[in-house]
Nanobody, 124 residues
Framework: VQLQASGGGSVQAGGSLRLSCEVS????????MGWFRQAPGKDREFVGG???????TYADSIKGRFTVFSNNAKNTVYLHMASLKPEDTAVYYC???????????????????WGQGTQVTVSS
């Protein structure tokens, strides 16, 4: 299973970005898919996630601003980020978990596969 994240970049506060995570080797609809981020000097944290048949789950810090959705035909998961703040600056990672029976919000070590990360920088 391979995950390829893309779409990061630099944006001013209040702007928007859409990250993509293209998955190969396993169908997105058969996986729990999560987005995480890691800011300098901080631990990697859960941002949002999705799985078939369940509502997306979001971290409180980004609720109402970020949206996770998928395109099963493209086997790709997206993270649309709006109203970006400087504190959203981080490397963003997508991850996949084979087991879809548990919750979406899980510690990083419970996700099985990871993409390489894409940098998002928000300037004030």
């Amino acid at each position: 299973v391979q995950l390829q994240a893309s779409g990061g970049g630099s944006v001013q506060a209040g702007g928007s970005l859409r990250l993509s995570c293209e998955v190969s080797g396993r169908a997105v609809r058969n996986s729990t898919m999560g987005w995480f981020r890691q800011a300098p000097g901080k631990d990697r944290e859960f941002v949002g996630g999705i799985k078939w048949g369940a509502f997306p789950t979001y971290a409180d810090s980004i609720k109402g601003r970020f949206t996770v959705f998928s395109n099963n035909a493209k086997n790709t998961v997206y993270l649309h980020m709006a109203s970006l703040k400087p504190e959203d600056t981080a490397v963003y990672y997508c991850a996949a978990k084979i087991d879809t029976t548990g919750p979406i919000l899980l510690p990083t070590e419970q996700y099985d596969y990871w993409g390489q990360g894409t940098q998002v920088t928000v300037s004030s």
